[in-house]
């Protein structure tokens, strides 16, 4: 069978990599002549992947089975419009409104899970009248977007006026989603939805920057913050929220806060975790791939979904002051030691840093596997401790 991956960037790669060991024939479309993915399929195609009908006449070219979205919304509302045109499986066009457009999202689930009081707005005027019917602070999102742009938390009146704007920018509708902020623990649900059946795979605890509450810095599974009643009822209300969005078979990331041992949804989208949660994490603590399981199914193989093994892991985004760096030490001997799966640094010697503003503008990663949460807060410790920079 032969399958489209819309997008070749670095983070498709995973996925990529399915379709080779699952013996699929890959074909990437990408903008970018010089994308990683490129190398990674059997066959590439230059193409705008916003742009419908040229992505309709590169599958219905090339004759794929089906066309598949990973690690970007924006992908999997292309890719299900391609699907639906050309008949093949896949997400279908209500269905991937409904992971992408937060407010679709909001109102289809009202009465059936916990969530923040919300409204969409398009002007001040209604937000500040918001703010002042629910009380701050308040988190302000575009209605349809992703990796935390234009995403601000604002404590007050003042703040909401501030960033309204600035929010706005990142809006390609002129709408925003206005939501209160529910102080409590953030959590991830990673699933996997096979013939509509939901399975939890693996439960994170998030933490934040300090100076900025709505970027991640850690992810880290399983939790040890919750009781199993309270893990239950995330994992319950995860299966609620797919379910009644109406994803049939693939991969679902999900965010929630946790208050008073009640999870409220923050959102959910119809496909895998990033920053190699889905191509490396899950694989780890599961002990399969998530990825092989969705591609088998799509191809119309009957799946059994395994008890996941529930080893350990963190996602760990590194952090450091800002300044103009001379020299990094440290790494080298992390890598040659094997402290991690992965460090990743996204920036070099000479570079000037900054403190990120969403989640593209984070300094580097490490992926850290182990069989408990001991064995990998250990770890990251010792990356912490061993990574220092050197400034002009």
């Not at 590439?44 to 590169?58: E, K, R, Y």
């Not at 109406?246 to 895998?272: F, M, Q, W």
Request: charged residues 20%; contains cysteine; negative net charge.
């Amino acid at each position: 069978m032969k399958v489209l991956s819309l997008g070749g960037g670095i983070w498709q790669l995973g996925l990529l990599q399915a379709l080779d060991r699952l013996g699929f024939d890959s074909a990437v479309i990408d903008i970018n002549p010089n994308c990683p993915g490129r190398h990674a399929a059997k066959e590439f195609v230059q193409g705008d992947t916003s742009d419908l009908p040229t992505v309709i006449h590169a599958a219905r070219s090339l004759g794929v089975d089906f066309v598949i979205a990973e690690q970007s919304d924006r992908f999997v509302r292309v890719a299900s419009r391609v699907n639906h045109a050309l008949q093949l499986p896949g997400v279908m066009p209500n269905v991937a409104d409904r992971f992408t457009d937060k407010s679709q999202m909001r109102q289809l689930l009202l009465g059936k899970v916990p969530m923040p009081d919300f409204q969409v707005v398009h002007l001040l005027s209604q937000a500040l009248a918001f703010g002042e019917r629910v009380g701050y602070p308040l988190v302000i999102k575009p209605k349809s977007s992703q990796s935390s742009y234009g995403v601000f938390k604002v404590n007050n009146p003042q703040d909401l006026k501030d960033r309204f704007n600035e929010c706005l920018a990142f809006s390609t509708d002129g709408e925003l989603l206005l939501e209160s902020f529910v102080d409590g623990i953030e959590v991830t649900v990673e699933g996997l939805s096979i013939n509509g059946q939901f399975h939890a795979l693996a439960v994170s605890e998030k933490e934040h920057y300090a100076f900025n509450p709505c970027v991640a810095k850690r992810l880290s599974y399983p939790p040890t913050s919750f009781d199993s009643a309270t893990l239950s009822r995330i994992v319950e209300t995860a299966a609620t929220v797919v379910g009644t969005l109406g994803l049939d078979t693939g991969l679902s990331h999900a965010e929630y806060r946790v208050k008073n041992e009640i999870p409220y949804l923050v959102e959910v989208a119809a496909r895998g975790g990033g920053t190699q949660i889905a191509a490396k994490i899950l694989p780890h603590i599961c002990q399969f791939s998530p990825y092989d399981l969705m591609l088998r199914q799509l191809a119309g193989e009957f799946v059994s979904v395994p008890t996941p093994a529930g080893r350990s892991a963190v996602l760990m985004f590194l952090e450091f002051e800002p300044g103009l760096v001379k020299k990094i030490h440290g790494i080298d001997k992390l890598i040659e030691e094997g402290v991690a799966e992965e460090i990743s640094l996204a920036f070099r010697e000479g570079s000037e840093i900054v403190r990120p503003q969403d989640d593209t503008q984070r300094l580097g990663y490490a992926l850290v596997f182990g069989e408990n949460r001991a064995d990998v807060d250990s770890r990251c410790q010792r990356i912490k401790d061993a990574i220092t920079l050197e400034y002009e």
